[in-house]
């Protein structure tokens, strides 16, 4: 997997949510390119190099995603077990950021191998904070697993 350009991959169905979270980010200084997909199928195309994003270079994979849970179409869980049902993507790094403080969730979403779970909070400010610590973590202290070539 490559991650030369470090993108970051949001898959979020809510215009507000996105909006902050991008808001968020550039406030923090996280400069990495933030690619946003509006429902979990887009989020699928995306990664797997379907649909609209059929010309896309699947060996440029993000450098994490950024997962919702409750999205139309596909969820964010099934979004989750596709990731790591595929060999190309098994070992993405995925992090969920939902508002979603449900226990089933969360059990859900560590069952199928999820890296992290984060609640949003409400307020801007810690929102900021949150998107801060998620892009430092993130794409400077992780390490990525070693790229594979197709």
Known sequence: MMFET????????NDDDAELTARAFNRANVKNPLVRV?????????????????NRD????????????????????DVLKAIRADERTRH???????????????????????????????????????AAQLGLYWMVLNSPPPRREA
């Not at 699947?58 to 869980?77: E, Q, Y």
């Not at 609640?119 to 810690?126: E, F, S």
């Open 6 to 13: 470090h993108t970051i991959l949001l898959v979020e169905d």
């Open 38 to 54: 509006r429902d979990g199928q887009e989020g699928m195309d995306y990664l797997f190099g379907s649909g609209t994003y059929a």
């Open 58 to 77: 699947v060996r440029d994979m993000p450098a994490v995603t950024l997962l919702d849970i409750n999205m139309p179409k596909i969820s964010g869980v």
């Open 92 to 130: 993405l790094p995925v992090v969920i950021l939902t508002s979603s403080n449900e226990d089933q969730d969360r059990v859900n979403a560590y069952t199928h191998f999820v890296n992290s779970y984060i609640l949003k909070p409400v307020d801007y400010d810690q929102f900021v904070k949150v």
